[in-house]
């Protein structure tokens, strides 16, 4: 939930139950006051009885009108103290009951009391208070959609600064070299993080091009050594004939000297990938690709007697093609050296996917042989060639997945 509908919720749910609660104090507060004022009237009806009775010492007549009524009635020698209570009246002309007011007190005629009761209909004061509760129920509601407009229209005008930064962090790229400008605000948060996003992109690239510069020039320098040792030792190879033992050692030491070169030669291609340095683009042919790696691979294919299943539709993507093809030669590979004598392979490339299924023994965690120098058991490998496969497919948004049955392990390519 974004952070402007939340604050919405929270403060519609505040200002809802402010104003019920501010809504309810208002009705009874509006309903006492008219009360107390009928009241009033009350005090005066009876006042101006007991003014009549001092005057002429004897009870006005019984008095009934259409909202008013006073009853007279004997009550013995006991003082009555005069009280308010609500009670019903019945309308004269309608001749319904209605709402009404009654004060009861007493007053002594030629030494006898007498009761006296004044009813007052409430419904014009019962009628008036619905009148102001739906006038303040139709302001509230009026408030709250003001409010409400209001609050989105300036909140969102507030907030464009982040929005406009967010943005440009979801397209910040090193690779691409998109940069983040400033964007400016009145706002001291807003500033702030302004500032702390420029510091952060300049860190950022700043350390992204002095690795990339290390990442090149360890590659680069790594080569001339290896290129003297490789050198040298095909110039002891050829100044005499060596034991049993020597050879050995020379072969151990080719055999090392290589795996440098690999090693070197794939941490390279992994930071060109990873930093986005490889941009050659083009119609890349899947099936050519993989018909040019069989053919390399055609010798160590008969020395194991593999046998070799393909099923190839034509299918072209938009990718690089030397990147397709290390892609490709690694999972090809992968699957030859780790198959065993009289073993099967199958490869299918159709317009959807590409599955490559091999027989071989053992197993292994896929997601850990995803991290690098990660190997299998028994592999000789340098434990970067799945994570280069792995890598080019995200760049391409490409899918590998794996999947293993008894002795057949399957690696299948999802294409976009």
């Known amino acids: 939930m974004k952070l402007l509908n939340k604050y919405h919720r929270i403060n519609i749910a505040v200002t809802v139950i402010i104003m019920l609660i501010t809504g309810i104090i208002y009705y009874y507060t509006i309903s006492r006051i008219l009360t107390s004022q009928i009241d009033k009237d009350l005090i005066l009806e009876e006042n101006e009885v007991i003014n009549y009775v001092d005057l002429n010492h004897r009870l006005p007549e019984v008095y009934e009108s259409n909202h008013q009524q006073i009853i007279f009635a004997p009550f013995g020698n006991k003082k009555i103290e005069r009280r308010f209570l609500d009670t019903v009246y019945r309308e004269i002309k309608a001749n319904e009951l209605e709402p009404g007011r009654a004060l009861i007190s007493s007053v002594k005629v030629s030494g006898q009391n007498y009761r006296i009761l004044v009813i007052q209909s409430k419904v014009q004061t019962e009628y008036l208070i619905q009148i102001i509760f739906l006038i303040t129920i139709c302001v509230i509601v009026i408030l709250l959609v003001v409010l409400m407009i209001f609050n989105r229209v300036i909140l969102k005008s507030i907030w464009q600064p982040f929005y406009k930064l967010l943005f440009q962090l979801k397209e910040f790229s090193l690779a691409n070299h998109t940069n983040i400008e400033s964007i400016p605000s009145k706002i001291d948060e807003f500033i702030e993080l302004d500032n702390a996003m420029l510091t952060m992109a300049y860190r950022v690239k700043n350390d992204y091009e002095n690795l990339k510069a290390f990442t090149e020039n360890a590659s680069h320098e790594l080569m001339t050594p290896i290129s003297v040792i490789n050198s040298k030792l095909d110039t002891l190879v050829q100044t005499d004939e060596f034991t049993d033992k020597q050879s050995k050692l020379l072969n151990d030491l080719y055999g090392t000297v290589a795996r440098l070169t690999r090693l070197n030669k794939s941490m390279l291609l992994l930071a060109k990938i990873e930093n986005g340095l490889i941009m050659d683009n083009q119609e890349v042919d899947i099936k050519e690709i993989i018909e040019e790696c ?19 539709q034509d299918k072209r993507v938009k990718a690089s093609k030397l990147l397709m093809e290390v892609l490709l030669n690694n999972l090809i590979s992968n699957a030859i050296r780790h198959n065993y004598s009289n073993g099967e392979i199958k490869i299918i490339l159709d317009t959807k ?64």
């Open 294 to 312: 069989l053919y390399q691979h055609e010798e160590m294919i008969h020395q194991l007697n593999i046998n070799l299943q393909t099923d190839f």
């Open 353 to 416: 996917q590409l599955t490559i299924s091999n027989t071989g023994n053992g197993t292994f965690n896929f997601d850990q042989v995803l991290k690098r120098f990660h190997k299998s058991d028994g592999s000789e490998g340098i434990g970067l060639g799945l994570t280069l496969c792995k890598q080019i497919c995200d760049n391409y948004g490409l899918n590998l997945s794996y999947s293993q049955n008894n002795n057949t392990h399957t690696f299948n390519v999802i294409f976009w």
